[in-house]
């Protein structure tokens, strides 16, 4: 079965560091692409960015570059979203998706990973 | 940049159709994806390259996509398919996927 396994939910605060993780197991990780989605409570889904496994290729959203850093770890079939400084605004729900084409519809999401920033 | 406009919120007695839209200059020269996402929960793909349902989901979902709007229709409409509907597009130009702003589909 395809899955997408996201890490636990994390509490942090203003100014601090954090990396969540997306783990894929029952394709093959290399060949899909891995997206991230921010959902802020109440609101919509945003694209935040993608990353190709097989070479690492990543694209940003514009609203996201050089706030977010989004890389992979093929040999553990693992993505990662990280912050190297966080603010208060980033409290949201984190989605990873995968699809095998960039025009390609996200087919298989993670359940999610609850980041909670306190100012 | 890109932006897909939905109708914030649709209303619809259970039985009937409700339709949502998904709207922007051309939208009809991409292919739209749909996903529905009931609360607390990750969204599920329902509507794939523009009309296209993924195995699972029921017949009454149906999409199209020409000129400048796409379409979701959920035919004989039942309680549990109250949740939030999401277009999507890739955007080739300037190379992102673009989301709409959700439909929430009340039963009433």
């Known amino acids: 079965e395809e899955r997408l396994v996201q890490s636990g939910a994390e509490v942090k605060k203003s100014g601090e560091s954090l990396k969540i993780s997306c783990k894929g197991s029952g394709y093959n990780f290399a060949n899909y692409w891995i997206g991230w989605v921010r959902q802020v409570p109440g609101r919509g889904l945003e694209w935040m960015g993608i990353?190709?496994?097989?070479?690492?290729?990543?694209r940003y959203s514009p609203s996201f570059r050089g706030h977010v850093t989004i890389s992979v770890d093929k040999s553990i079939s693992t993505a990662y979203l990280q912050w190297s400084s966080l603010k208060a605004s980033d409290t949201a729900m984190y989605f990873c998706?995968?699809?095998?084409?960039?025009?390609?519809?996200?087919?298989?999401w993670g359940r999610g990973t609850l980041v909670t920033v306190s100012s | 940049s890109y932006e897909l406009t939905q109708p914030p919120s649709v209303s619809v007695a259970p039985g009937e159709t409700a339709m949502i839209s998904c709207g922007t200059n051309?939208?009809?020269?991409?292919?739209v994806h749909w996903y529905q996402q009931q609360p607390g929960q990750a969204p599920v793909l329902v509507i794939y390259h523009d009309s296209d349902r993924p195995s699972g989901i029921p017949e009454r979902f149906s999409g199209s996509n020409a000129g400048n709007t796409a379409t979701l229709t959920i035919s004989r409409v039942e309680a549990g398919d109250e949740a939030d509907y999401y277009c999507?597009?890739?955007?080739?130009?300037?190379?992102?996927?673009?989301f709409g702003g959700g439909t929430k589909l009340t039963v009433l």
């Open positions: 999507q597009v890739w955007d080739s130009r300037d190379d992102h996927v673009v």
């Open positions: 990353i190709y496994p097989g070479d690492s290729e990543t």
């Open positions: 051309n939208i009809g020269s991409k292919l």
């Open positions: 998706a995968r699809h095998q084409e960039v025009m390609d519809p996200y087919e298989s």
